[in-house]
């Protein structure tokens, strides 16, 4: 892969470091390509502002701060609002959909949004949603192979919660990959269920 920079930004308890930690394994330990990894906290620990800087390369990373992040994923308004401007014209932009509205984005940004809230607490815990994130950031950027990203997250998470990171992954794997073919998502198919069967007991 050429160098690519990314940030991931949100806050305190979205597991964004740790989204970062899992990406840059999957590069360096199970693809054998080459990551950096650096970390800013706010003041606050939970609830605080975070973000973490990745850097990943096919050849050794000479750097390792981010400048213009080529890809930006933003799971908080604050994070969208205090580093969508360092993103590189033409990059990608990826967002906690539910949580970030969009405006004021450089020409020729790719956008793409996943309910990654939504998802997680579908599968009974908030907190894999960062798990949901990686899945659909894999499937959006092919920048990672999906097995070597499934086998980071398997090793940077605790056994008893391994097996719902992964349906986590899978399900945001599976939304980004429906995002980029245009089909509807289960989440999708399941809300237009639900609406349907509100205005038929309307009628």
């Known amino acids: 892969m050429q160098l690519t920079e990314i940030r991931v930004a949100g806050f305190g308890g ?5 989204s970062a930690i899992v990406l840059g394994k999957a590069a360096s330990i199970y693809q ?4 950096t990894m650096t970390q800013n906290f706010g003041p606050e620990a939970r609830g605080g502002a975070c973000s973490a800087q990745l850097i990943l390369s096919d050849s050794p990373v000479l750097y390792p701060y981010v400048t213009r992040p080529d890809i930006l994923v933003v799971m908080s308004q604050e994070a969208y609002t205090r580093f969508v401007p360092e ?9 906690e959909e539910d ?5 004021d984005l450089n020409r020729g940004v790719r956008v793409y949004g996943v ?5 997680a607490e579908e599968l009974g815990k908030r907190m894999v949603l960062n798990a949901v994130m990686v899945g659909f950031f894999t499937a959006i950027t092919h920048l990672l192979d999906a097995e070597a990203v499934r086998k980071a997250v398997a090793d940077s998470v605790p056994p008893s919660f391994r097996e719902l ?3 986590a992954f899978e399900r945001g794997f599976e939304y980004g990959n429906n995002a ?4 509807p998502t289960a989440l999708e198919l399941e809300n237009e269920h639900t609406y349907s069967q509100e205005y038929s007991d309307s009628c």
């Open 14 to 18: 979205q597991g964004v470091i740790l």
């Open 32 to 35: 054998g390509a080459f990551a």
């Open 87 to 95: 993103l590189k014209e033409g990059g990608t932009l990826i967002v």
């Open 99 to 103: 949580l970030v509205r969009v405006s």
């Open 115 to 119: 309910p990654a809230t939504r998802i």
């Open 165 to 167: 990171n992964l349906k």
């Open 180 to 183: 980029l073919t245009g089909k």
